[in-house]
Each structure stands twice: as structure tokens, then as C-alpha cells.
């Protein structure tokens, strides 16, 4: 199939640099939609826009809650505006987004570059671990966190032509592909890239290719591990969950995130629905973040893939010791 997800090759692409080509693509053909910056166009990847599309390239300068402001102006004369900033900047237009997007119902996409420990040594100040907390509190906001360059790709074209708040984080660092070529992306569903009966990782974002490679490890060990992709947080696939809460004798959430209020949280309220399996979140755990290398605060935090492998291992093993009581 052309879309089977694969680590083979370690092709390596950021994914702020994915989404700035892709908003670039889509606009040739729609010309409704508007970039807008916090002075950040090279980090966020929007400089790819700003060269294709100068004319349709809004420069705020550092005012992002005035950036919001004007995207929702926009949104409400008609335009399709993206507006880009890294995850912690994002966050300083919270109060704007709520009430000027997401009360107001009003298309507005939010990009957001540099979320999480992938921040790597620019520390603790600057690693967003709140975001998807912060979005998937608000009524109506799409929150989204696709895995590779092919998926964000994917996820852009989606998101132009959804009619609705929403946010999407993105990536600082270069992200191994998962996918062979561009998936398809439906917003609100998930997709289950290895299959597996005995264990289930959920995991997205960067987090993704690491839970395959955890997968991978766990079965030369002869646990059958089934690995989750949900790239869409909110809305989320409740089904693939419950499906996996039946047929796996347990589930770990998997994130660059606090585990408080992320992916973990959201599988934990559709699990509280229909309780099945048990539930193991790994995420950063309630802690500031430290600076260091992606990959180094990774392992720190037990979100990499020898983190996963050895919670699944646990999770497995406690099972196995319960059933023999």
C-alpha cells in the first residue's frame, strides 16, 4: 500500500519546514488564503510562503496577541489566515484566541513551530509542554500533531479546507519519515500503523516514529504490540481506542507533552466512557523541561524509544504476574 508507514531509510525533515512548503502549494490554488508572522518566518517554515506569496505574507512583528487579533479580522472579512509563531509565543495570544477565534467560531488556523522537549537546548523557558492542553480546553478548536513531513503536508491541505478553528502543532528538529508517501488526513481519526494483541501504544507527533521503533524491540521479545498514530487530538478517534481497549490487554499514551491535559488525558476520558485495559501515560510528567538535545531529553523524560520499550515491558510483565495470582 502506498501509504504503509516505514522507518526504512531514516529520511530526516522538519516539520515547520514541511508545513511552510505545503501552505506555499496550497495557496497557489486558493488565493483566499493569508500567512501571518511573529517575526519568525525562518523558524516556523512561513518564509517558504513569504517568498512564493509576498502579497499575501502579513508581518506583525513580536505582538502575537495582535496578530491574532488581525487573523480573526480576517477570517471574519472572508480570508483563510494561518498564523504562525513558535508553540510558547502561540500561547502568550491565549486570551485572544479564546475569545477572538474560538468563542467567535472564526477560520482561523494556528501553526505552531517548536512545541515540546523538541525545543531541545533552547530550554525550559522556550519548550511549549501546555499547548495542546491550552487548545483542546476551547469549545470548538481542532487540535492536530501529524508525525512526519508527508503528514503535515497532508494536514495542511486539510486544514485549508476545513471551515473552523483549529491548531496544529508542528516540529523543530529533522523527524525520521513514517510514511512512504503523503497519507490521507481526516481530521478526528487515527490510524494503526503496526499491529499487535497484546499491548497498545498511542502516540503523536515526533513521538510516533519512536513508539514504532519501542514496537519493534517489544516483539523481538514476544510482546505483539499494536502502535496507534492519532495525529488528530481533538477531535479524537474514540473508536480505534475502545477497539484497541477490547483486543489489547492494555494501553500507553505516548507524548511531548505534559501528561497532564494532552493525548494521554483525552485517551483517558474516551477510556473512562467503556473501561477495558488499563491505562499508562507517558508524556513529561508534571515537570519543567531542562535544557539539552531533543533526542537526550527524550531519554531523560522516558518518552524515547528505549522509554517506551521499558514502560511497555513493565506494563506487560505486571499483567502477566496479576493473571498467574
Not at 15 to 32: H, M, S, T, W, Y
Not at 87 to 96: D, I, K, S, Y
Not at 131 to 148: E, F, Y
Not at 273 to 282: D, G, I, Q, V
Request: charged content about 20%; hydrophobic content about 40%; proline content about 5%.
Amino acid at each position: 500500500m502506498s501509504n504503509t508507514p516505514t522507518l526504512v531509510g531514516q529520511q530526516s525533515d522538519s516539520l515547520r519546514e514541511a508545513f511552510g512548503i505545503a501552505i506555499a502549494k496550497v495557496a497557489d490554488n486558493d488565493p483566499q488564503i493569508i500567512v501571518l508572522d511573529a517575526d519568525v518566518a525562518g523558524g516556523t517554515g512561513a518564509h517558504n510562503f513569504r517568498s512564493s506569496h509576498p502579497d499575501r505574507f502579513v508581518q506583525c512583528g513580536i505582538a502575537e496577541q495582535n496578530m491574532v487579533s488581525v487573523a480573526a479580522g480576517m477570517a471574519h472579512s472572508g480570508f483563510k489566515p494561518f498564523v504562525t509563531t513558535f508553540a510558547v509565543f502561540m500561547l502568550r495570544g491565549l486570551e485572544q484566541i479564546r475569545l477572538s477565534v474560538a468563542y467567535s467560531n472564526k477560520n482561523v488556523k494556528l501553526i505552531a513551530s517548536h512545541p515540546g522537549l523538541d525545543v531541545g537546548p533552547d530550554g525550559a523557558s522556550a519548550q511549549c509542554l501546555e499547548d495542546i492542553a491550552c487548545m483542546r480546553s476551547l469549545p470548538g478548536m481542532v487540535v492536530l500533531s501529524p508525525c512526519d513531513a508527508l503528514e503535515v503536508e497532508a494536514a495542511t491541505k486539510a486544514l485549508a479546507n476545513y471551515d473552523g478553528p483549529a491548531y496544529m502543532r508542528t516540529g523543530r528538529s529533522p523527524c525520521p519519515s513514517v510514511y512512504v508517501s503523503e497519507p490521507e488526513f481526516v481530521i478526528g481519526k487515527g490510524k494503526v500503523l503496526n499491529s499487535g494483541d497484546d499491548i497498545t501504544l498511542i502516540s503523536c507527533g515526533v513521538t510516533t516514529h519512536r513508539a514504532l521503533y519501542a514496537a519493534k524491540a517489544l516483539e523481538e521479545i514476544g510482546i505483539s504490540t499494536r502502535v496507534i498514530h492519532m495525529p488528530s487530538i481533538k477531535p479524537i478517534d474514540k473508536e480505534l481506542i475502545w477497539q484497541a481497549s477490547v483486543e489489547t490487554k492494555a494501553i500507553i499514551s505516548c507524548e511531548d507533552h505534559n501528561i497532564y491535559g494532552g493525548l494521554g488525558s483525552a485517551v483517558a476520558e474516551v477510556l473512562s466512557e467503556r473501561p477495558n485495559a488499563p491505562l499508562t501515560r507517558l508524556g513529561v510528567n508534571d515537570v519543567i523541561g531542562c535544557s539539552g538535545e531533543p533526542d537526550e531529553l527524550a531519554a531523560k523524560y522516558g518518552i524515547d524509544a528505549d522509554g517506551i520499550f521499558k514502560s511497555a515491558k513493565s506494563v506487560y510483565e505486571e499483567l502477566l504476574s496479576h493473571n498467574d495470582k
